[in-house]
């Protein structure tokens, strides 16, 4: 079958409704999908969606290839993902795909396919799968596979709940951008005993704020604005799948993830005293410093929340942190991102310890930070043109540090005794990938203007897109 080859990314499918996806071909990825389980032993599977507009579509015509492939699959609706692959757990399902292109764009979708607990397809796996369509390697199932349908969500807030006891009576504001999550984070909040006040929690898959992300300034400035008219404890925003959060704390102060990924350290070694605790390239100095600091060991690796997950399975981190929004807690829950459990991990945390947000991040080393920028450039230019920076980099930089092998993954990290900077390509989409930090106004100034113009001489940038690049003017 002739699909578009570049909807199968480095960790899952993202590809634009009604020309790369349509419900034929979704029921081809379907089959195809399907097929790879069975050849793996894998029966009975999982499907669960975000609020696009296609999703219902697609999760219906994904479950007919599996149903074909002769796949048992349950049906848990509209959830956020992490709620999917919990319920791999509590359903005994290895298998499965929840239908979303997360932060992309309104006119995309997409699916992440599961093929263990708390496991999707990554690089190799998405090629397999890619070529199977391609060629339509298909198995028929000799039965066809049943479909039902359950609602977990109840069973799993219990589980939530009584994981994470929150004593505080928070005021917590949550805005997801008309996504996803507005159906059901307001609710499960109430539920556990916080004032909630709602912003743009309606759903609306045409995304008329703008694509749910976090780590946009856009997002965290509305956030703040909110939070500090509502005179809220804390302001939580998610993307559209709900794996990744964003947080302002109770003085209006954008906290970026890097920040809460030292925060969540401090949380988790005070229970693994010694443990180790992963973070992603782009995170800032303050988590290896913070880590350090309460006697965990820091372990870098490569940006990607699946290329962690896996990587998890050898190191052994008690906690995975991503400047990107995506935690995973493997000691205490599961090896897999949930923008609910980090919620709740947070408010239990802050009602633990008796502290406001603003007072645990200001026990923190200082640094100055941008947000994660992200700047256009095509898919079949992208890689070369890191291989010229990184280059460029290393020779405007003697003194410092260079990260560009494995941990770096997709691009170069350098660290300074004052600073940082990296840049790499994405493998969600055709865009790279900045971020710095210095301890001074002056250092972080030089930074930025020397980036700026690194990025304004190479004729594959597109200025026309990408996020948070007024950080860059």
């Known amino acids: 079958m002739k699909i578009n080859p570049h909807m199968f990314r480095g960790y899952d499918l993202r590809g634009i409704v009604g020309t790369d996806l349509t419900p034929e071909i979704v029921e081809h990825i379907g089959k195809a999908h399907g097929t790879y389980m069975k050849r793996r032993g894998i029966t009975k599977a999982v499907v669960s969606r975000d609020c696009r507009f296609t999703s219902p579509e697609y999760s219906q015509a994904l479950m007919k290839g599996f149903s074909w492939a002769g796949i048992d699959t349950i ?89 994470m006891p929150i004593t505080k009576k928070f005021k917590v504001v949550v805005d997801p951008s008309c996504s996803t999550a507005g159906a059901i984070v307001p ?107 309460e006697g965990g060991i820091p372990f870098m690796w490569r940006t990607g929340h699946s290329f962690l997950k896996k990587k998890n399975q050898e190191v052994k981190a008690a906690f995975i942190g991503e400047l990107s929004g995506h935690f995973f807690f493997s000691a205490d829950f599961y090896n897999h991102d949930d923008g609910i459990y980090s919620t709740l991990r947070l408010l239990s945390y802050l009602s633990r310890t008796g502290q406001s947000l603003s007072e645990a991040v200001s026990k923190l080393p200082k640094y100055i930070s941008s947000p994660e920028v992200k700047i256009g450039c095509p898919d079949d230019k992208k890689v070369r043109l890191i291989e010229k920076m990184s280059e460029t980099l290393q020779k405007d930089f003697p003194q410092a540090e260079v990260i560009s092998d494995e941990r770096a993954g997709d691009g170069v990290r350098l660290n300074l005794s004052d600073s940082m900077l990296v840049v790499r390509y994405s493998q969600n989409g055709p865009y790279l990938t900045i971020k710095f930090e210095a301890q001074t106004k002056e250092k972080y100034e030089e930074l930025r203007d020397y980036l700026k113009k690194l990025l304004h001489s190479s004729e594959e940038i597109d200025w026309a897109y990408g996020v948070n690049v007024e950080s860059l003017e």
């Not at 339509?136 to 009584?162: F, P």
């Not at 005070?270 to 992603?280: L, R, S, T």
Request: hydrophobic share 40%; glycine share 8%; charged share 30%.
């Open 187 to 293: 609710d499960m909040l109430r539920k556990v005993g916080c004032e909630v006040v709602e912003k743009n929690c309606n759903i609306d898959p045409s995304f008329p704020l703008g694509t749910p992300d976090p780590t946009e300034n856009l997002v965290a400035e509305r956030l703040k604005k909110e939070v500090l008219e509502e005179k809220a404890d804390i302001g939580f925003s998610y993307d559209a799948d709900g794996d990744r959060i964003g947080i302002v704390d109770n003085e209006g102060g954008i906290i970026w993830n890097d920040v809460l990924v030292a925060i969540f350290a401090m949380d988790v070694l005070a229970g693994h005293p010694g443990a180790k605790i992963m973070y992603n390239t782009l995170c800032s100095k303050v988590v290896e410093d913070t880590i350090e600091a």
């Open 75 to 163: 049906d848990i609706g509209m959830n956020l993902v992490g709620t999917f692959y919990w319920a791999q757990y509590f359903l005994d399902a290895k298998g499965g795909a929840f239908v979303t292109a997360s932060h992309n764009p309104a006119e995309f979708n997409g699916f992440k396919f599961a093929i263990d607990f708390s496991e999707t397809l990554v690089s190799d796996g998405m090629q397999e799968l890619r070529r199977m369509v391609e060629e339509e390697d298909y198995d028929k199932g000799e039965v066809e596979g049943k479909i039902e349908t359950m609602d977990v969500r109840e069973a799993y807030l219990k589980d939530l709940m009584e994981k």
